[in-house]
């Protein structure tokens, strides 16, 4: 798995991932239809926004040694929860680049940061677009 940097248009970036993974709504085409639920998305956030209310504090260029200990935890966690969930989870995780992005931040603070708007932003497009719960 090769590092990367999160997108300067993550936002953008995070509009595509989900327009990907939805599938149109027979009912309503204005929505799309997820496999993943916004509650498996959010789970990761949490444990994302636990690190971030530490580091958007802080000033320093580099991150808490316990935040980079609690962010290969999430790695882990990400891992786990794909390959416990390979029909929802996996292809959200893959098409996301949670990984690579992860593995890309290497104790940078402003990375990390970036990649925590990033997390919210996916978030986001997913109940836009007709995540459900």
């Given at each position: 798995m090769k590092p990367l940097d999160v997108p300067e248009d993550y936002v953008d970036a995070a509009e595509q991932v989900m327009k990907h993974l939805g599938q149109p709504d027979r009912q309503n085409p204005s929505r799309l239809r997820f496999s993943i639920t916004t509650s498996k998305i959010r789970n990761i956030l949490t444990l994302v926004s636990d690190i971030y209310n530490v580091e958007s504090r802080r000033t320093a260029e580099t991150m808490l040694p316990?935040?980079?200990?609690?962010?290969?935890?999430?790695?882990?966690?990400?891992?786990?929860?794909?390959?416990?969930?390979?029909?929802?989870?996996?292809?959200?995780?893959?098409?996301?680049?949670?990984?690579?992005?992860?593995?890309?931040?290497?104790?940078?603070?402003?990375?990390?940061?970036?990649?925590?708007?990033?997390?919210?932003?996916?978030?986001?497009?997913?109940?836009?677009?007709?995540?459900?719960?």
């Open positions: 316990e935040s980079n200990a609690k962010l290969q935890m999430l790695r882990i966690r990400i891992l786990y929860e794909a390959g416990r969930d390979e029909r929802d989870v996996k292809p959200f995780v893959e098409k996301s680049k949670l990984l690579e992005y992860i593995k890309g931040i290497q104790m940078n603070r402003e990375k990390f940061i970036q990649f925590a708007h990033y997390m919210e932003a996916l978030v986001a497009y997913h109940r836009y677009y007709g995540g459900r719960d």
